[in-house]
């Protein structure tokens, strides 16, 4: 699984700027594809779940089930200042919980928006986890 | 001892493992190439059997009851594609092996992965999946009818032969079928046939990955979505393998072989990389219209001996 890692990529009200970055990844420059990593259109067919961006009221739910329509085993990726702490979100009316309160986390990659390069240094992290050395 | 044998040829060799390893190799050249345009590095070349091996060990959800089509449509389709690339791979191998009619039946083994990805896309009752399964029935519609006619082009070429192995033998004794100007017409429609068989781009509408989010497969997961990528990647192997028996099987050494099935597949790929996907129904049109007129004329020159 460590080579074979597809990507869903699921919005939580994001400003867009993690998003952009994340497809930056896939770009001539970084290339994941490179380490099997490719993003997919259905959630049945992920290995991990990238969340971008502040839980939002409507979106709760939305990821709740986004989560369980998953097929185990699958991990997920915080993206960004937003999804890993709320960034000046956090005491918005509209943010009733943090990402981690939804879903266990598995790899927090901060930044606002991070660098691609960030965003590797992560999926290595990620991968180091899966083969149990962290 | 028959019956081991011909075990022997669907499991192992020109069947399914054979099949299954050149798929996902030319699966990775697919890969590799499309990379290579996009500058970028691309995937090792053993990226698809990691992947085969990864979703054999999810977890498989089963939605609605309908469980059994849903879980038995992927098996049908690979059983299928196997069996057309085993009798494929026998003509090669023996031209006398086979039955008069064989052609005909390649054109239904063809069929059925298709018809398996719609089964299984409708039992999974899912909405995306169901505009998936409608948009790969009008495609089938397509894209049979100039198949059929450049199949009759090599039937009529090789004096009504009907069995794989004569057409290779007519094509031995008289030079390919490619070298005359029908042949060469109807391989053009070939591979774009073959296009539309596999799935690729311009005719990947049934499972457009940005709009209906992979329609048909959307539900699948886990073994059976392994199974349907098999059943791709032996396509994958046996249309252009099928394309090389019916116009080029002039000289039948093995390297000339792979030459010539890297070439038509990067062909393929190259048709794949440079055009934007086509709506259903421009599909359809663009099959039943120019594709299907210039197959017919094909036909109309090889009544005429050219």
């Given at each position: 699984m460590?080579?074979?890692?597809w990507?869903f990529?699921?919005?939580?009200?994001?400003?867009?700027?993690?998003?952009?970055?994340?497809?930056?990844?896939?770009?001539?420059?970084?290339?994941?594809?490179?380490?099997?990593?490719?993003?997919?259109?259905?959630i049945r067919h992920a290995d991990v779940l990238?969340?971008?961006?502040?839980?939002?009221?409507?979106?709760?739910?939305?990821?709740?089930?986004l989560y369980e329509q998953t097929t185990q085993p699958c991990l997920v990726?915080?993206?960004?200042?937003?999804?890993?702490?709320?960034?000046?979100?956090?005491?918005?009316?509209?943010?009733?919980?943090?990402?981690?309160?939804?879903v266990p986390?598995d790899?927090?990659?901060?930044?606002?928006?991070?660098?691609?390069?960030?965003?590797?240094?992560?999926?290595?992290?990620?991968?180091?986890?899966l083969?149990?050395?962290? | 001892?028959?019956?081991?044998?011909?075990?022997?040829?669907?499991?192992?060799?020109?069947?399914?493992?054979?099949?299954?390893?050149?798929?996902?190799?030319?699966?990775?050249?697919?890969?590799?190439?499309?990379?290579?345009?996009?500058?970028?590095?691309?995937?090792?070349?053993?990226?698809?059997?990691?992947?085969?091996?990864k979703l054999?060990g999810k977890e498989v959800v089963?939605?609605?009851?309908?469980?059994?089509?849903?879980?038995?449509?992927?098996?049908?389709?690979?059983?299928?594609?196997?069996?057309?690339?085993?009798?494929?791979?026998?003509?090669?191998?023996?031209?006398?092996?086979?039955?008069?009619?064989?052609?005909?039946?390649?054109?239904?083994?063809?069929?059925?992965?298709?018809?398996?990805?719609?089964?299984?896309?409708?039992?999974?009752?899912?909405?995306?999946?169901?505009?998936?399964?409608?948009?790969?029935?009008?495609?089938?519609?397509?894209?049979?009818?100039?198949?059929?006619?450049?199949?009759?082009?090599?039937?009529?070429?090789?004096?009504?032969?009907?069995?794989?192995?004569?057409?290779?033998?007519?094509?031995?004794?008289?030079?390919?079928?490619?070298?005359?100007?029908?042949?060469?017409?109807?391989?053009?429609?070939?591979?774009?046939?073959?296009?539309?068989?596999?799935?690729?781009?311009?005719?990947?509408?049934?499972?457009?990955?940005?709009?209906?989010?992979?329609?048909?497969?959307?539900?699948?997961s886990g073994a059976?979505?392994?199974?349907?990528?098999?059943?791709?990647?032996?396509?994958?192997?046996?249309?252009?393998?099928?394309?090389?028996?019916?116009?080029?099987?002039?000289?039948?050494?093995?390297?000339?072989?792979?030459?010539?099935?890297?070439?038509?597949?990067?062909?393929?790929?190259?048709?794949?990389?440079?055009?934007?996907?086509?709506?259903?129904?421009?599909?359809?049109?663009?099959?039943?219209?120019?594709?299907?007129?210039?197959?017919?004329?094909?036909?109309?020159?090889?009544?005429?001996?050219?």
């Amino acid at each position: 699984m460590t080579r074979s890692l597809w990507v869903f990529h699921a919005a939580l009200s994001p400003c867009n700027n993690c998003d952009i970055e994340i497809l930056d990844l896939l770009t001539p420059r970084h290339d994941v594809e490179r380490f099997g990593i490719t993003l997919i259109g259905s959630i049945r067919h992920a290995d991990v779940l990238l969340a971008s961006g502040v839980p939002t009221t409507k979106t709760v739910t939305r990821f709740k089930e986004l989560y369980e329509q998953t097929t185990q085993p699958c991990l997920v990726a915080a993206i960004g200042s937003c999804a890993g702490g709320g960034n000046m979100f956090r005491d918005s009316y509209n943010s009733p919980c943090s990402l981690d309160d939804l879903v266990p986390v598995d790899v927090y990659i901060p930044g606002c928006p991070p660098k691609p390069e960030a965003m590797i240094a992560g999926v290595v992290k990620l991968i180091e986890k899966l083969k149990g050395n962290v | 001892m028959n019956l081991l044998l011909h075990i022997f040829f669907y499991l192992i060799f020109p069947g399914f493992v054979f099949a299954a390893l050149a798929g996902l190799i030319s699966g990775w050249i697919d890969r590799k190439v499309t990379a290579r345009i996009q500058w970028r590095v691309g995937p090792p070349w053993y990226q698809n059997f990691v992947d085969i091996a990864k979703l054999m060990g999810k977890e498989v959800v089963v939605p609605g009851e309908r469980s059994t089509v849903f879980l038995c449509a992927p098996l049908l389709g690979l059983c299928a594609a196997v069996l057309a690339a085993t009798a494929i791979g026998l003509a090669f191998i023996s031209p006398d092996a086979g039955f008069v009619g064989d052609v005909i039946v390649m054109v239904y083994l063809l069929l059925i992965p298709a018809v398996a990805v719609m089964i299984g896309a409708s039992a999974s009752r899912n909405p995306l999946a169901s505009i998936g399964a409608a948009r790969e029935m009008k495609l089938v519609m397509g894209y049979e009818l100039p198949f059929i006619l450049i199949l009759l082009v090599i039937i009529v070429r090789s004096d009504g032969a009907l069995r794989l192995g004569e057409i290779i033998s007519y094509q031995a004794s008289g030079g390919s079928n490619i070298t005359s100007f029908s042949g060469i017409l109807a391989f053009a429609v070939g591979i774009l046939c073959t296009q539309a068989k596999l799935g690729f781009i311009p005719f990947d509408a049934a499972e457009a990955e940005q709009e209906i989010m992979g329609g048909t497969m959307i539900e699948y997961s886990g073994a059976p979505l392994a199974l349907f990528k098999l059943t791709r990647a032996v396509m994958l192997y046996t249309m252009p393998v099928f394309l090389i028996l019916l116009f080029w099987a002039g000289s039948l050494n093995t390297f000339a072989l792979v030459g010539k099935y890297v070439l038509i597949l990067v062909i393929i790929v190259l048709i794949k990389n440079t055009n934007p996907r086509l709506r259903a129904d421009q599909a359809l049109k663009f099959f039943w219209g120019p594709v299907s007129l210039v197959a017919l004329f094909a036909l109309v020159l090889a009544l005429a001996g050219l």
